[in-house]
């Protein structure tokens, strides 16, 4: 079992900066893969950004390449993504997901949001213009 903590959003500008942080309590979380992921009202959840176990690994939405770092700490048991140059396009809920463990059935399957296992609950960015 993992379970997982959002924190680090809020309101901020656009151009703007933001860190989000995941806590997994659980002793696999340095056998996960992790994940972020966001939602708008009236909008499925969209896939931002995946970090492999190792954090060797990494890939992101294209919408979000050079703007956001996906990074991770096993000996903290934390994720972190950080926001940079934030538009207002970038307000959602910010969600964070594990796989445990961490092997996909394909490389593009960790875009998809039914290949995480764990979730936490969340956390509201929004960018004003």
């Known amino acids: 079992q993992v379970q997982l903590v959002e924190s680090g959003g809020g309101l901020v500008q656009a151009g703007g900066s933001l860190k989000l942080s995941c806590v997994a309590s659980g002793r696999t979380f340095s056998m996960s893969a992790m994940g972020w992921f966001r939602q708008t009202p009236g909008k499925e959840r969209e896939f931002v950004a995946h970090?492999?176990?190792?954090?060797?690994?990494?890939y992101y939405q294209d919408s979000v390449k050079g703007r956001f770092t996906i990074s991770r700490d096993n000996a903290k048991n934390t994720m972190y993504l950080q926001m940079n140059s934030l538009k207002p396009e970038d307000t959602a809920v910010y969600y964070c997901?594990?796989?445990?463990?961490?092997?996909?059935?394909?490389?593009?399957?960790?875009?998809?949001?039914?290949?995480?296992?764990?979730w936490g609950q969340g956390t509201q960015v929004t960018v004003s213009s």
């Open positions: 970090i492999s176990w190792s954090g060797g690994r990494t």
């Open positions: 997901a594990a796989k445990s463990p961490y092997v996909f059935p394909s490389p593009d399957a960790v875009v998809r949001e039914e290949e995480y296992d764990y």
